[in-house]
């Protein structure tokens, strides 16, 4: 009896959180490869800076990797490449725009060699056994793909981001023609992008921000300054419009949104109108009524230009009163606090602030539930996984597909690394490979784990305080010491009496230690760092981490001069 | 010429900020003290528990000091009493339960001897030349008040935290009367809630929360597990009645719920159908539709016994499918992650989570736009102090307040610390007192400031690398180490191979240092913090507090033995 095929879904990032996204498409031995994206770090992953996905499943088995599908240029979905293309071989498919920002990002990272392959909307490749459609969405990024991939057993339809935005800036909408094709000639399994489910009705067009950029382009007396993402290229498109319009020039500041207005500029995504874009220092020579300037901060990042700028620490800028600060986004909720900080600061300068929510001058990139139950209609799948969400959004997508009458059995909300299993006999969840997030800190990737985790939250709540003793070798008699710094446990200055207090104790503790014959330093150090806890807690109500140091002194060293 | 009388209103928390409540009202010399709240520490504040603002102006002036009158019971109104009434000696007037919570919060910190004075709604009461009057507002906690504080130069009305519920729980409505009376008989100044000013139209009735407890409870199959506010005494008063409307019985988890229900019960806030409350044990053997499960942990706190039960962490309870959760509460900003993180683990569990936005089982218990404007218009108020709010709710409800016609010179956007002085002739901001906040951290209070939180920044990010060196104190020489200890920074097990070679580098350094004759320590360790700090640097992109100890060892304790 010959071998049954099998047809696998493996995601290894963006189910159960926002972020990271990655989904392994295996037919036999060979992989397709959706995405390979980065999450930011949540609260309690002190100082790590970006997380990846765990994606030892691909490097494992790379010589069975066909390909890297993009479906566009976001961080959750391009910034983990950096890292994945040093330890795999393998090309990248994507749009124009999107593989100009992967470009740069290998660039930046010294990764060379990587054969990257431009498609557009509406083309076809063969990869292997795999034939790949790439299909126009809407997004808020240009050039932004779903996917249909054909395979022996049945085609699998991956929305990636999306939204339908029936008057986009470009006027490229999402190819219905295409997802509706599908439908009606039989999809296996649909994945959609669960990030607005939990959003009645539709999402707004990108299109009335431009209207509302309109009118505040018009109503403003002095300067409008607007913050914006870097990478929503169409956003930028409208204000550079709005200005054209109402006779504003328009400057560029904060380098993120300069790389990427310079990237979507040379690669013809951005109708710049002559004369339109000038550089700061002519900008801050003109009248205000005849200037905008466009940057990041829209997220409340602390190095940000509009933070700096409202916190009136930024080398050129300052806001004057009579500035109108445009606040073109909605902060993601870890952020909600630092954003709110910045707009106080803007008032109490003197700006006019316009933000979300109900002024109008931001829309999501992503579908809301009216959009998701007519991507499911069209593209009537047999089978159903919600994907690029929290779990509790997976949970409510599949619960609009069984709505919408997918067949209960066929609907998967799934894990990162469940491997979801198509045969002719059926579908179903077939087990689980390695998944998970890898932590980046600086230059290390994953060597920060749960233990430096859980000694920098302890540092950050109540500090830490070090004790050094040097014993002689010989006699194991105190001959320097006790010492007590501390950092982050309290003010030193006004706290003398009680680190005093504090090296008597350990005086005793380690006599009393040392005349009860216990000279093990490892048990020497856990009697100081008991006793001293519970006398500091007693004193204080912290527990800063004790760290007792001892260094032995051999009577050598000082009989040798 | 007789010395001209002067009323001020000097705020001293809750301007500029959510929490922390706090207002001076002075005649002369004769003082009023409105509130005295905490805040919730912001995200940069580590370690920090609560915050207190500065009163050290009430300190300064305790003999002037008439009483404190107290709004209502949330801890952003009564949280810095402990404190403070350590501090000074005044009678604290109140309703009969804000009293009841206020005297545990004494209690439990020990404080004997404060005279507290119970007062009604409608009350009015003499001190010094002020006469002060009680009026009976809505919020989210039972018998709030408003103040009509009267003095020679005129009334000043303070709107305490209030909505306007025309279908309250227990019928007692905001006394319109009362404020249309006084806006009738001529209001000097009116000081008013900002919390929602940016949100449109009207809040909704707590009665509406009722409703929807009532449908839940009805449909539900299995245990309800009900979490909100401890402190939202009319919430717990509705879970009864629709346990007891549909035949469920109630338990009470979680200590703060407990408490709270406590004292309400025995002051006769809350009324419990007779059979209706049983323990927790019992409830667990019951079958679950007779069940009610009510708790907190409607924040996220980590501790919280909602988010344990998530976890399948709590002693006693664990949530199983067909359990409904239903989370009565709006997450604030700083704890959005954290509540969608147990919303999430609820699901997983199996249980239907009903939650907000949309669901309609939660209201907030402060008055929207539509609310604000009818205030302002009652109360017809020749000043306006927007109160209780982030600076750009401030600016907003002054907006709301100009547009109703109120002059704008009479709008106040003040800051804590701001003296707003009143004469015959006039109104104007007349100076600044010291105000502030105080960080309590465990039993500090204070004395963590910006050198502390800067540490324990630095060290929540990149963790600590600790230098130690034993030198001869007569040679000069190493005798001990150099030894290194980190904390937070890498994972040592498999950083060896680095921090050996910062062993290294730190002996190249000392022995250079001693080499050109440099031994003051001063200058020896800032030698290697900078070394070290660059190496390390440029090795993981991290930069950790190093911290170099030096210790010098005396050739004599070595003779001597």
Redesign the interface.
Known sequence: MPKEHKLQIIPLGGL?EIGKNMTVIRYDNQILLIDAGLAFP??DM??IDIVIPDYSYVVDNKDLLLGILVTHGHEDHIGALPYLMKDIDAPIFSTKLTLGLVNTKLKENNIQNVQTNAVKPGDSIKLGMFKVDFIRVSHSIPDSLGLAIHTPLGTIVHTGDFKLDHTPVTNEILDIYKFADLGDKGVLCLMSDSTNI?R?GFTMSERRVGQMFDEVFRDAKGRIILASFASNVHRVQQVLTAAFNNDRKVAIVGRSMLNYATIAAELDYLDIPEGTLIDIDEALKLPGNQVCIITTGSQGEPMSVLTRMAMNDHKKMDIQPGDTVVISASPI??N???V?RT???L??LGAT?IYEP?SGVHVSGHASQEELKLMINMVKPRCFIPVHG???ML?KHGQLAEQLGIVKENIFVADNGSVIEFKKSGACIAGKVTSGRILV????VG???N???R???Q??????L?V?I?L?K??G?I???P?I?T?????VR??EKMLDEAKVKIQEITERCLNNGITEWALLKSNIRDALGKHLYD????RP?I?P?I?????D???S?
Chains 1, 2 share one sequence.
């Open positions: 159960g949540e609260d002190l100082g939990e009645p909720p870890v909600e606090k630092s709110a707009i106080d600061n008032f109490k602030v109900g929290e779990y509790r949970i800190d600086g230059l290390g060597d920060v784990g233990i430096v985790l000694d920098r939250k540092l950050s709540q109540d500090g830490i070090i050094v040097a002689s010989n006699s008699e001959v320097a010491g010492d710094v950092r982050g446990f309290v003010y006004e706290s004193k204080t109500k912290r981490i760290l140091i260094q032995g002194v051999n009577k060293n000082y009989l001069y």
